[in-house]
């Protein structure tokens, strides 16, 4: 139960059972089977408060989800804390979360990133489409490729 | 007691004023009023959307799947869901009772699970309602308005559903997507290590949900007649209770009492509610409309959840819940509290009795013990219910003889208060909304009853909290004559 924190948290979400919102939680369990050294991956349903606690004692964390308006396959960007409308719902965005944590912490919020894989279908009951598919497999490439790297190589990577 | 407003006589002559989608509830809503030619609102709707395909995506899979897969319907509060299709799998393998363990295991996790729910409502969606008052400041009026004002409460918010969640996971072996209870019993029980972990911090978990009953009498009091009156509406409540008539919400008979207090049906037998519950269906709206049969369609509807809970039981058996509870049922003056708000101070009421119950099972012997499962002889029909955190939650399944279910029957929790919101909405307009010119503060305080309810209306989509608010106005055919558009921030402007 109380185990080692990793610096790099890959925190995926999303439903598995709505179609291509099943991209994060796919992403989750590929990744389960490899080791990555000094990762911690996370999922859930939906992003909520208590997450800011999972981001405490981190370096940096990659959020991943699927994106109905990302450019295919996948958009990699640099996150700031903000203030946003998911406020107003049961759910959370990475932005508003990192406002959470900056808040209960009285600290600026560690350095996050964002991997927005396009999805295309996301109604209850679909499976992932072909094409979230490809877009999900080339997501994972790359995220292999990028937990060895440093953060200031993210930071130059998600540059617009 | 079904409003005379809702449906109107002559809607060719009314103008419609539509507010979607409600902010800070789950999903997509959207409210339309209708007005007539003296301004006057003649209908109020609350138009949820995405009650679809469930059962369609539930028939077709073997039973044994249930418990699992029905979790996967709602992103918010997939425990209920959980815990309800494994009791009605229970009946399908032919389970009498349940050993203790599993009994007590499966309670420790529903306790997680209301606790945290409770907890996520009150300190994140509704306390920068009570705090701050109605017309406060969008901006202002969420989690960071109430963290900047208030940090040790919203600290307090997240520790609490943090707690809760970890009673989820180790009762149910997973974070999310848990298998803990399985047809007829659980599949593990709590090791001495996770018994300690949780009991390290129950103490404080108590301390604060003492305290936030505590905040939310002091709010209560301090505009007593104004929390009393808001949105309020004379209801028939429905709700389980034990067999001696405490607050249960894992098993029990069903009770509904009437706007008095008066009852209409006692410790029914939950798997014949098709015998005294029927469904309503609109031709507005695809949610249904529950209703007491014996009553019909027209005033048979009710309130489900934490205010008919707390009304409805006759005591709760943890001595600092029952307490609140007797203050809580004085401001009635001897009638069940019909108050709207009254929903949240009833919501923290049962969190303190949620901490306090989970702190009696964590020193229960028997959640650390080895007898998980019974069964007996199969049968093709399973019927629950339980009390999930927004209300009664209704699971029914018939299966063919190689357990594949070819019928489905869910009665959620929100479609239980359906009829209800529309009545607190309509109360809400017709006493505030006058004219064609919306404001801002009229539509925080239709936002602010619906979310009293904590109504749950879709899953985790990606569409959902991407939406501004946006409010239009129809004239009598439909066109759109005005339209507001309402940002997070607070900004509206008018985009016709």
Redesign the interface.
């Known amino acids: 139960m109380n185990r080692k924190t990793n610096l790099t948290l890959l925190f995926s979400w999303g439903n598995p059972s709505r179609g291509d919102d099943a991209i994060g939680p796919t992403i989750y369990e590929s990744l389960q089977q490899e080791t990555l050294a000094d990762v911690d991956l996370l999922t859930d349903f939906q992003l909520q408060i208590e997450h800011a606690i999972d981001l405490e004692r981190r370096e940096r964390v990659l959020f991943i989800d699927a994106s109905v308006s990302a450019l295919s396959p996948f958009e990699f960007s640099r996150l700031q804390a903000a203030e946003d409308e998911s406020y107003t719902s049961h759910a959370m965005s990475p932005a508003s979360l990192l406002c959470v944590y900056e808040k209960i912490n009285r600290q600026a919020a560690l350095p996050a990133f964002m991997l927005s894989v396009r999805g295309y279908e996301f109604d209850l009951g679909l499976p992932l489409s072909e094409k979230a598919k490809a877009n999900m497999n080339q997501a994972i490439n790359f995220i292999q490729q990028l937990v060895s790297r440093s953060t200031e190589d993210w930071n130059k990577l998600a540059e617009p | 007691m079904s409003g005379e407003l809702e449906t109107a006589n002559n809607p060719e002559n009314l103008e419609r004023i539509v507010i979607e989608p409600v902010?800070?509830?789950?999903g997509h809503g959207k409210v339309t009023l209708l007005q007539d030619k003296n301004k006057q609102i003649r209908q109020a709707r609350l138009h949820i959307v995405e009650f679809r395909?469930?059962e369609?995506?539930i028939q077709g899979r073997p039973y044994w799947e249930l418990p699992v897969?029905v979790q996967?319907?709602c992103?918010?509060c997939?425990v209920s869901h959980h815990l309800a299709a494994a009791k009605a799998t229970d009946m399908l393998v032919g389970t009498q009772q349940l050993t203790a363990t599993a009994e007590k295991i499966r309670r420790l996790m529903h306790f997680g699970q209301t606790l945290?729910s409770h907890a996520?409502h009150f300190?994140?969606?509704c306390s920068p309602d009570l705090l701050f008052g109605f017309d406060d400041e969008v901006?202002h009026r969420?989690?960071?308005g109430v963290?900047?004002d208030h940090?040790e409460i919203?600290?307090q918010?997240?520790?609490l559903?943090?707690y809760g969640?970890q009673v989820i996971q180790?009762t149910s072996g997973k974070?999310?997507?848990g298998t803990g209870a399985i047809p007829g019993g659980v599949n593990k029980s709590l090791s001495r290590?996770?018994v300690d972990?949780l009991l390290k911090d129950i103490e404080q978990i108590i301390s604060w949900s003492v305290d936030a009953v505590m905040l939310i009498k002091r709010i209560f009091f301090e505009q007593l007649d104004y929390h009393l009156a808001f949105a309020t509406i004379d209801s028939n409540m429905l709700s389980m209770v034990r067999s001696d008539g405490a607050f249960d919400i894992y098993d029990g008979g069903l009770r509904a009492r009437d706007k008095n207090g008066n009852t209409i049906f006692d410790h029914n037998d939950y798997t014949g509610y098709t015998d005294y519950i029927k469904e309503g269906v609109k031709n507005w709206s695809y949610m249904k409309f529950p209703f007491i049969e014996s009553i019909g369609a027209e005033n048979g509807w009710y309130r489900v959840g934490p205010l008919a809970r707390v009304n409805n039981c006759d005591f709760f058996d943890t001595p600092l819940a029952e307490k609140e509870r007797l203050e809580f049922k004085a401001i009635g003056n001897g009638r069940p509290v019909q108050s709207t708000l009254g929903y949240h101070w009833a919501r923290l009421i049962e969190l303190l009795h949620c901490s306090e119950a989970i702190k009696q099972l964590l020193h229960d012997p028997d959640i650390s013990g080895n007898d998980l499962i019974s069964k007996g002889a199969m049968q093709n029909c399973g019927i629950s219910v339980i009390e999930a955190p927004r209300g009664t939650l209704f699971h029914h399944y018939e299966i063919d003889d190689d357990g594949i279910v070819n019928k489905a029957n869910l009665i959620v929790s929100t479609t239980n208060n359906n009829q209800a919101m529309n009545e607190s909405i309509r109360q809400v307009a017709s006493h505030y909304l006058d004219g064609n010119q919306l404001t801002e503060p009229l539509l925080n305080q239709i936002e602010v009853a619906i979310r009293a309810y904590d109504p749950?209306l879709s899953?985790?989509?990606?569409?959902?909290?991407?939406?501004?608010l946006e409010i239009s106005l129809l004239d009598e055919n439909d066109k759109p004559v005005d339209r507001l558009h309402k940002?997070?921030t607070g900004h509206i402007e008018r985009t016709l």
């Open positions: 902010t800070r509830v789950e395909g469930f369609k995506f897969l996967r319907l992103g918010i997939p945290q996520l300190f994140h969606l901006r969420n989690i960071v963290i900047e940090p919203a600290r918010g997240v520790l559903r943090k969640q180790l974070r999310i997507h290590e996770e972990f749950c899953c985790a989509t990606h569409a959902m909290g991407k939406m501004p940002r997070a």
